[in-house]
């Protein structure tokens, strides 16, 4: 697909939507930033030091309040360049996958068009053309599933701090709203909880896009016009018998799960995504629970 129109539109627009990513997280960053910086939120009572550690041991309190500060905008840091590794790659997988797609639509039709303009059209011809078009449409198809899987490998970590992190984050800071009520603080702290939370369902719908451009791939060449073109098989059995069963190795491979794990409970999905937010509202009300049983 090297040179194909199709190729490259699909490529600039993974590009384009990796610039966008980008662009918004950095300007996020820089408004957060300046937002913490300006208002003084290092100051509020839940980013600073306790009243009674600055009463016994001054020196340690101020010494983890300035530890404090670059630990935010670290984990700040962390949080975009995870969001962007993981993101940028499932994104541009996907168009390759896409890509795979478009080779294997309307396969038949491409190899009687190169027969046909080299000036034969014997059986024998067609199939060997046959073979090395699917060849190379299955070659890429495994190069893809390969970097799907290396993904998972380098990512299974973040994953799964990914996972737990907007799971307890957005408990704990349903709970602080719940607590301190709706003001400046707690919308500045909620947002951040959102964007957590917005990552791992961007995660869980890129990786879904991949599940069903896979399983597309196979019936998109089992619903080719094979009724025209089994005619060709009448002289040649072996070929034909050797397509069967390489079709029927192509739809068992894009019909297996595609799926991107961080531990073995956690699986990046839709089901995943639910449990995610009925178990942080579990955590919720059991932190309320506790804050009123301790009054």
């Given at each position: 697909?090297?040179?194909?129109?199709?190729?490259?539109?699909?490529?600039?627009?993974?590009?384009?939507?990796?610039?966008?990513?980008?662009?918004?997280?950095?300007?996020?960053?820089?408004?957060?930033?300046?937002?913490?910086?300006?208002?003084?939120?290092?100051?509020?009572?839940?980013?600073?030091?306790?009243?009674?550690?600055?009463?016994?041991?001054?020196?340690?309190?101020?010494?983890?309040?300035?530890?404090?500060?670059?630990?935010?905008?670290?984990?700040?840091?962390?949080?975009?360049?995870?969001?962007?590794?993981?993101?940028?790659?499932l994104t541009v997988l996907h168009a390759e996958l896409l890509l795979v797609e478009f080779a294997f639509d309307g396969l038949l039709e491409r190899v009687e068009r190169h027969v046909q303009a080299a000036g034969a059209r014997e059986p024998q011809l067609l199939w060997q053309q046959?073979?090395?078009?699917?060849?190379?449409?299955?070659?890429?198809?495994?190069?893809?599933?390969?970097?799907?899987?290396?993904?998972?490998?380098?990512?299974?970590?973040?994953?799964?701090?990914?996972?737990?992190?907007?799971?307890?984050?957005?408990?704990?800071?349903?709970?602080?709203?719940?607590?301190?009520?709706?003001?400046?603080?707690?919308?500045?702290?909620?947002?951040?909880?959102v964007l957590l939370v917005f990552e791992w369902y961007y995660c869980c719908k890129l990786v879904e896009d991949l599940q069903a451009t896979n399983k597309r791939i196979g019936w998109t060449l089992y619903n080719d016009k094979w009724s025209d073109w089994l005619k060709y098989g009448?002289?040649?059995?072996?070929?034909?018998?050797?397509?069967?069963?390489?079709?029927?190795?192509?739809?068992?491979?894009?019909?297996?799960?595609?799926?991107?794990?961080?531990?073995?409970?956690?699986?990046?999905?839709?089901?995943?995504?639910?449990?995610?937010?009925?178990?942080?509202?579990?955590?919720?009300?059991?932190?309320?629970?506790?804050?009123?049983?301790?009054?």
């Amino acid at each position: 697909m090297r040179g194909h129109p199709r190729a490259h539109a699909l490529r600039q627009q993974a590009f384009r939507t990796n610039n966008v990513l980008i662009l918004a997280l950095m300007v996020y960053g820089v408004l957060n930033f300046v937002v913490y910086e300006a208002s003084g939120l290092h100051w509020h009572e839940i980013f600073r030091m306790p009243d009674y550690l600055l009463a016994t041991n001054r020196p340690l309190t101020w010494t983890l309040h300035l530890i404090m500060r670059p630990m935010t905008f670290n984990g700040l840091g962390a949080f975009i360049a995870t969001f962007v590794s993981i993101h940028t790659m499932l994104t541009v997988l996907h168009a390759e996958l896409l890509l795979v797609e478009f080779a294997f639509d309307g396969l038949l039709e491409r190899v009687e068009r190169h027969v046909q303009a080299a000036g034969a059209r014997e059986p024998q011809l067609l199939w060997q053309q046959f073979n090395r078009e699917l060849g190379s449409c299955v070659r890429e198809h495994c190069v893809v599933l390969k970097q799907v899987r290396e993904v998972n490998r380098v990512h299974s970590f973040s994953i799964t701090v990914q996972y737990y992190t907007a799971l307890l984050s957005l408990a704990i800071d349903t709970f602080f709203i719940s607590y301190y009520g709706l003001n400046f603080v707690s919308v500045c702290v909620s947002i951040f909880s959102v964007l957590l939370v917005f990552e791992w369902y961007y995660c869980c719908k890129l990786v879904e896009d991949l599940q069903a451009t896979n399983k597309r791939i196979g019936w998109t060449l089992y619903n080719d016009k094979w009724s025209d073109w089994l005619k060709y098989g009448k002289d040649q059995p072996a070929a034909l018998r050797e397509f069967r069963t390489t079709l029927s190795i192509i739809l068992l491979a894009t019909q297996r799960s595609l799926s991107l794990r961080g531990s073995d409970i956690v699986e990046v999905s839709w089901q995943t995504f639910a449990s995610m937010l009925k178990t942080s509202y579990s955590v919720m009300m059991f932190l309320i629970e506790l804050r009123r049983l301790n009054r």
